[in-house]
């Protein structure tokens, strides 16, 4: 707020909702991420004990009116100043669930208000292909859209390929090998790799989050070598994504992907591990976050014993900085899932429910 020299005063703010309906909210300047989202709730009569289970996103409106999510809105930021400072109208905030296992739907569901922001946000992730439907799927959906029956529209859609997954732009992986386009989706505890081969061929596997020992986000400047003609001003921010995943028993390997929507793809496995420990404690979503009668954020006991791993550790202090990591990988070979003749994007038929890495299990780790 001090940088952008923005003085503290009300505002109204907009705010999306997955339909593409606007919520206009007056807050102040200064007021941070949970206060905005009490006050989207609050005009949306979304009662207290389901906003946790919401969040906001900063989000860059793409030409086709989908949303290319640039991150979750942290507590410590001012969601005003947040898009503002930014001087363009793509980007934009909405709110959208902020959970991973479906099985909180239930308790989401039994508001209408709650089921409607599920509902419309299920509708959207259909339509921009999110979750994959056949058509068969897409007729009963359909029907169901007809009889305004919402509650089992969520819970056919429930049962779709991705469903619950964010799902990110087309970026770059070095796995299986290096410079491979991939599309990777979040969710399920897992991240998920649609990988075309330099063959053209398209593999999917996944990534269990369990298995991902540490990750780290990292920035880099490419250095113009020689008279290239590009000046070091024009160069873009690279941002990377690598995590050490444990391939088989005694195998970790660095998996790196480039991508400028790298901070989101952390936030997400971030918030993934979160809701893990929080299930493994007995804590609940419901009671993540408390508002004290001061007007002070407070932490329930179950989110207060949860302490996530550290995940800047690295295992070998004189590891090799990180350009020269991804040289050093021995390229795995994915196993290919979906037998589609078509070298498009595979179809929703095309899957399988197994995974790309087997032969050890939890109690191994």
């Not at 593409?20 to 709730?41: H, M, N, P, W, Y």
């Not at 932490?299 to 050093?328: G, I």
Request: charged share 25%; proline share 4%.
């Amino acid at each position: 707020q001090e940088t952008q020299q923005i003085p503290t005063e009300e505002v109204v703010l907009e705010v999306l909702l997955s339909n593409g309906q606007k919520v206009k909210v007056t807050i102040l300047t200064s007021d941070q991420t949970e206060d905005v989202l009490e006050a989207v709730a609050s005009k949306l009569d979304l009662p207290d004990d389901l906003v946790g289970y919401f969040s906001l996103f900063l989000v860059r409106e793409t030409k086709d009116g989908a949303f290319s999510f640039v991150r979750k809105l942290q507590e410590f930021e001012l969601p005003y100043v947040s898009v503002t400072s930014l001087h363009n109208p793509e980007f934009r905030i909405i709110l959208r669930k902020s959970y991973w296992d479906s099985s909180y739907d239930d308790d989401v569901m039994e508001h209408r208000v709650g089921l409607n922001l599920l509902y419309a946000q299920t509708v959207s992730d259909i339509e921009h292909g999110w979750i994959l439907v056949n058509k068969e799927q897409h007729r009963q959906l359909k029907s169901l859209q007809e009889k305004v029956s919402k509650k089992e529209f969520i819970r056919l859609a429930q049962t779709l390929k991705y469903y619950g997954y964010l799902k990110f732009d087309p970026c770059i992986t070095d796995f299986p090998e290096k410079g491979c386009h991939v599309i990777v989706s979040a969710g399920n505890n897992e991240l998920n790799f649609q990988v075309r081969l330099p063959s053209e061929q398209i593999k999917e596997g996944s990534f269990k989050v369990t298995r991902m020992r540490c990750w780290r986000v990292t920035s880099s400047v490419p250095m113009s070598n020689g008279p290239s003609g590009s000046s070091p001003g024009k160069s873009e921010v690279k941002l990377e994504l690598a995590f050490e995943y444990l391939m088989s028993k005694d195998r970790l390997q660095w998996v790196t992907i480039t991508s400028p929507q790298a901070i989101m793809l952390s936030i997400c496995l971030q918030s993934m591990v979160d809701e893990l420990m929080v299930k493994k404690s007995g804590g609940s979503i419901r009671k993540m976050f408390r508002r004290r009668a001061n007007g002070a954020l407070r932490r329930s006991d179950s989110q207060q014993a949860v302490k996530s791993p550290p995940l800047l550790d690295s295992p070998d202090a004189s590891r090799e900085p990180m350009a020269k990591l991804s040289s050093k990988l021995t390229s795995v070979s994915l196993r290919g899932i979906s037998h589609s003749s078509s070298a498009n994007d595979v179809g929703a038929n095309d899957f399988h429910g197994n995974y790309a890495f087997e032969g050890i299990g939890d109690e191994d780790l």
